[in-house]
Structures are given as structure tokens and as C-alpha cells.
């Protein structure tokens, strides 16, 4: 290659506010334009340079700059040979990829229809890295079916309200599950899977797959991005996108209100699984928007986002829900106010109930359970929890158990009575027990051997809450209370020594501090505002 040549090359203006055209589908693009055929002429002899002697290169670009008169025309010989190498190079790899994307198209073994099915059992951040590998996966992975299962969940707040929108727009009318906010820790197996739940002094876990005790650590040290308009593609084009939604989870959304919680709900007709942790959203609100916007509804979880201060369920409320969700066969509602009463309704109400869960709740004694279990209902039970329950009486649970015996809750396969800080006695709920004793658990056992019944309690001045850390969501089957969940029909009892007992007595219980047991007469109409 002469000189001429490459000082012609290097005299071409290359302006970097021009917009490159863009050719997506072609590799090259013909003219008969004579000035760019004759760019295309001069850029080809230019290539055909062999860089066998880079000396020489250098003798040329030296040359042409020495030819200049000037320093500045020296200086911007210089410039235009750095601006048209960085094009060349840029031009180059973006032929690149085009080639090595039609490649793909090419040597991919699926027609699209199938790439877009294998994309539909992706989740969600999986179906993004392929859309980003190839204009062919990109095309592929734009179809509304690659989103009709979106989790946009995270451990660290990266989510925001945009991301959320594109997807459920991608999605459209195929949307059928959506899962948003914050997990602080990873998901563990839960009950209502193949996989039997396990539970642990250090780290009560819930049916979820993550600690209260870690979620309540994360609150007011992280901001999610996500606001309570997060939720609003579902109701925008006429509520198209909501329309068909199956599953709504939602966790630790903290600009999440009862407002905007309700119209998102009143756009979801077909839901049947709703999981809500960590939203400041009122209990009684959100069975309301329930009961009345999702009929075929079969599975409610809700934990508080403040243990035990939420005390807004009335009993108008239980009984919309028992009439307008008759589907429910799975509840769960964890640390709020519940008395006996208002729980026996739901109970009793929803026939069609096989998991029940009410751990960490304030108020409940268990006499909500006394004569279920029958014809009166509560008969298709498989599942009771009432883990940390604060109120959960000694004598209630004794009463239960020999229900079971006497031929009630046939179906019970699992029950739940564990408390870390003991049940209440009979007179007084601040005096704990820490041993109690079931007469007739051992029976019990021998006539009912597929029924798991946990028990643990500390020992008396023993126990002391700990933060909860990642190990701990690895269970230790090692250690006796988990071992003995491989053999069915086997009672826990375990006691802790360890560290010294710590109640909060004034959590969450201030109404009862003059009283024995709290009253089950219906609570004021005022709530707390959240």
C-alpha cells in the first residue's frame, strides 16, 4: 500500500455526530452511488494492506505528517488517522456480531416456536441473559408466553417500577404469576411442598422460606425501589394484564398502601394463590379487597409487617370471606391481633381448609378450636400451626390433643404448638410453662401414627431471641427435633439451655397488662395507622 493511498484514507472526514445507518438484517448493503462506491473501492485497497512490517506503516504516517506545514495540521493528521482506526475497529465488530448472530439463527437446532416454549420455563432473569446473546434469541424472547411466569424478586433492593411495567406489558394478557420485592434470605422448602417444613429454635421459619426475625432486621435499612404504583400495569388497558393472573407474591414492598394494594387486587378476578410479607397494609382491608374482588381464591398468606399491632379484623369481615371465598383451602395469617372468635369463624366457615397457620398472632388462647374438627367443621384439616403464639394456652392445647384421640381432625398429619417463650397457664398468661405435660400424647401417638406433632419449648429462663443468620436457614439434620421428621408419627420436645430468658411482655400486649387472658369481646372500630 503507497503512500498516496494511505494519506488519502487518512484524509477522509469522519464526522462523530453522524448517525451510522443501520442495516439489522443484512451483512452488506449495495449502492450504486458512484461516491460511495468509490469510498468502498478505496476502504477495500486499504484492508488489502498486509501489516507485514508495521516499520513501514509507521515510514507512511510519518511521511504524511512531515509533509504538513503546520503543527496544528500535523496535530490533526494525527487525530483523523486515531478517528478512522476507531471506526474501522468499531465497524468491524459490529459486522462481528451480526455475522456470529446469524450464526446462531442458523446453527440454533429449534424452529422459534420451540425457542419460545423453552424460554416459557425460564424464569425470569434467565429469559433476559438470552434476549442479550443473539438478535434471533432477542426476537424469541420479546413473545408475551416467555413472561407469563414473572419473578422479579431480589435480596437487594434493584427493581424498579419501569422494570416492572415493560415486563407485565410484555406479558399482556398471558400474565399468570408475578412475584415482586425484597427475600432477604433464600427460600427454603415449604409445607405445602413435596418437602416436609422443619423448624428450629434459632430460626423459625415460616411456610415462605424466610425468617420474620431477618425480614423485621432488613425493615428501615433499605429502601425498595419499588413504589405503590409498582402494581398499576395490572389495572391499566382496561385490566387486561391482571385479568388472568393466577399468583400475586409480594414481599417487603414498604411504599406499598391499602389504596393502591386494593385497586390492584380488584383487577385480578382469577387469583387463586395471594402471599403478602412485609407491606404496611391493613389486615381488615386486604381480606376485604379479597373477599370481594378474588372468588376462586385458594390459598391466602399474609404476614404482618409489625408483629402484633395490626388488631383491625372484625367479624363482618371473617364472615364476607367465609361466603365470598369458599375455595380457600389454605390460610395463613401470622403476627396480628387474632381473637378466638374471630379466628373460629374462618375456621369453622371454610370448609374447604387443609392448612392453617396463626403463628407469631397475639390474642389466640385456642379455644377456636373446641368441637371442630367434625361435622361443625374444620374437618379436612392436614396442617395446624400455631407456632409462637403468645396467648396459646396450656390447657387449650391438652384439649385439642385429646380431640384428636376421641376420633377428631382425622386428617391431621402435622401439628404445630411450639413456642419459644412456653404456653400461658390457665389464670394468667405471663406465668409460662415450659414443660408440659399431655397425658395423652403417647396414646395419642400409638392411635394416630402418621400424625407429626412439634412441641419445642426452652427451658425455663433460658431463652433468648437471636438475629438469624444465612446458616441458619440450612436445616441440621443432625440435631434431635429435625431427625425425628423422618419418622412419622413422632412427638418433639426439645429444651434449650443456653442463654438467658428475655420476653418482650410489652410487645404488642399493651391492652392486657392489668388482665389474665385478653377478652374475646369484638375490638374498637379504631385501628392503628399504619
Known amino acids: 500500500m503507497d503512500s498516496a493511498l494511505l494519506h488519502h484514507a487518512v484524509g477522509v472526514s469522519l464526522n ?20 460511495s462506491n468509490q469510498f468502498d473501492a478505496l476502504l477495500e485497497s486499504f484492508l488489502d494492506f498486509h501489516y507485514s512490517s508495521e516499520i513501514a506503516l509507521d515510514l507512511v504516517i510519518d511521511r504524511i505528517i512531515d509533509s504538513r506545514p503546520h503543527d496544528s495540521d500535523k496535530n490533526d493528521v494525527i487525530d483523523r488517522a486515531l478517528r478512522l482506526g476507531s471506526a474501522l475497529t468499531e465497524a468491524a465488530k459490529r ?55 414473572i419473578n422479579l424478586t431480589t435480596i437487594v433492593p434493584r427493581v424498579n417500577n419501569i422494570v416492572v411495567s415493560t415486563m407485565i406489558q410484555r406479558a399482556g394478557k398471558v400474565l399468570r404469576s408475578l412475584k415482586l420485592g425484597i427475600i432477604p434470605s433464600p427460600p427454603v ?18 411456610t415462605s422460606g424466610f425468617s420474620w426475625n431477618d425480614k423485621k432486621s432488613r425493615q428501615g435499612k433499605e429502601t425498595s425501589v419499588l413504589t405503590r404504583s409498582c402494581l398499576a400495569p395490572l389495572i391499566g388497558d382496561g385490566g387486561t394484564a391482571g385479568a388472568l393472573l393466577k399468583r400475586l407474591h409480594l414481599y417487603n414492598i414498604e411504599r406499598m398502601d391499602n389504596t393502591a394494594f386494593g385497586a390492584a387486587i380488584s383487577a385480578c378476578p382469577s387469583l387463586l394463590d395471594l402471599e403478602i410479607v412485609g407491606l404496611h397494609v391493613e389486615l381488615r382491608q386486604t ?48 403476627g396480628f391481633k387474632l381473637h378466638d372468635p374471630k379466628v373460629r369463624v374462618l375456621v369453622k366457615g371454610l370448609r374447604n381448609l387443609k392448612f392453617v397457620d396463626f403463628s407469631t398472632s397475639y390474642a389466640i388462647t385456642g379455644e377456636f378450636l373446641r368441637n371442630l374438627g367434625g361435622s361443625v367443621g374444620g374437618s379436612l384439616l392436614e396442617v395446624l400451626i400455631l407456632r409462637d403464639c403468645m396467648h396459646l394456652r396450656e390447657a387449650e392445647v391438652s384439649r385439642l390433643l385429646s380431640a384428636i384421640l376421641a376420633g ?18 390457665d389464670d394468667d398468661w405471663y406465668q409460662r410453662c415450659y414443660t408440659p405435660s399431655f397425658m395423652s400424647l ?13 412441641a419445642d419449648f426452652p427451658a425455663e429462663g433460658s431463652f433468648v431471641e437471636e438475629p438469624v443468620t444465612s446458616s441458619d436457614v440450612n436445616v441440621d439434620t443432625n440435631s434431635p427435633s429435625v431427625a425425628s421428621s423422618h419418622t412419622s408419627g413422632e412427638y418433639v420436645f426439645t429444651s434449650s439451655s443456653e442463654n438467658s430468658y428475655n420476653s418482650d411482655q410489652n410487645s404488642g400486649n399493651e391492652d392486657y397488662q392489668n388482665a389474665g387472658f385478653p377478652v374475646n369481646e369484638e375490638s374498637s372500630d379504631e385501628v392503628d395507622d399504619l
Not at 300 to 313: A, C, I, M, Q, Y
Not at 316 to 324: E, G, H, Q, R
Open 408 to 425: 377428631r381432625f382425622k386428617l391431621l398429619k402435622h401439628l404445630d404448638v411450639s413456642n419459644r417463650e412456653g404456653l400461658a397457664s
Open 287 to 334: 381480606l376485604e379487597s379479597v373477599s370481594r374482588s378474588c372468588p376462586l381464591i385458594e390459598r391466602l398468606f399474609f404476614e404482618s409487617s409489625k408483629t402484633g399491632r395490626d388488631d383491625s379484623l372484625k367479624l363482618p369481615t371473617c364472615n364476607d370471606l367465609v361466603n365470598n371465598c369458599p375455595y380457600l383451602s389454605s390460610l395463613a395469617i401470622r
Open 95 to 149: 459486522s462481528a456480531r451480526r455475522r456470529a448472530s446469524m450464526h446462531n439463527a442458523v446453527a440454533w437446532p429449534l424452529p422459534s416456536d420451540l425457542t419460545i416454549k423453552v424460554f416459557s420455563l425460564l424464569d425470569t432473569q434467565r429469559v433476559c441473559h438470552a434476549a442479550a446473546t443473539c438478535s434471533f434469541f432477542n426476537k424469541c424472547a420479546a413473545d408475551p408466553l416467555c413472561y407469563s411466569d
Open 442 to 454: 403417647r396414646e395419642l401417638l400409638e392411635e394416630r401414627p402418621n400424625l407429626r406433632v412439634l
Open 16 to 35: 462523530p455526530k453522524l448517525k451510522r445507518p443501520c442495516y439489522p438484517n443484512r451483512i452488506s448493503t449495495p449502492t450504486s452511488d458512484p461516491k
Open 189 to 206: 422448602a415449604s409445607l405445602c411442598s413435596s418437602q416436609a417444613l422443619m423448624y428450629s429454635m434459632r430460626n423459625s421459619s415460616d
